[in-house]
């Protein structure tokens, strides 16, 4: 009995270890791809900035690919649960895409060190990013949301998806180029970003209408 009732306690610290260890690991890894990018960092690098072991990080982690696209997974998968609760309650297509570009650049912004992380890694960011499920997910919560909010909706389900995917990848590229510029030119270029968008979408639609 009282073996037994040991192994969750053991378990519940093991669990606790291993959490502790691969966050670590995962923040040594943000700072080490923002500061050198991932081409420019090692394992080791990694490991001098976490205080673990060697052989701890090959226990967890594979290579430093593999940690790059955690991060990036846990990113996006945030991304998406902010941008669609910043959007959820905006009926019209204008106001909707602003307020996830909004909530989306305002997540980014308060991270330290992400400017850098996006701008030394945007190769790789672009080749992971539309292989990842959360970024799926967010293509798949704009096309509700584009069929909520566009009146009098004529688009196809694959034209809706196509410019849900341009919605992101918009989104990827005014961050991307954002780096050198003040907080609000990053804003204001979002507004402009949105109002182009949302007159190609309206040319797109009178065009089906035809």
Known sequence: MMESASKPKTSS???AKRIRNRDAIKQAAWYVFAHHGLDGSTVRDIVAHSGISIGTFYNYYGTREAVFQELLADLTTEIRRRSNEARGKETELEA????????????ILGIEHALDFCA????????YLFKL?????????????????LPNNSFGQGELKQIATLIVANGLELLLQSRDEAEADIFTASVL????????????GSGNQN
């Open 133 to 149: 499920s959360a970024t799926t997910g967010i293509v798949d919560d704009l096309i509700l949301d584009l069929q909520r909010t």
């Open 120 to 127: 030394r890694n945007q190769h790789h960011i672009r080749s």
């Open 193 to 204: 970003l949105v109002r182009v968008l949302v007159g190609g979408i309206a040319n797109l």
């Open 13 to 15: 610290k093991l669990e």
């Open 96 to 107: 909707m895409l602003q307020s996830s570009y909004r909530g989306f650049l305002e997540f």
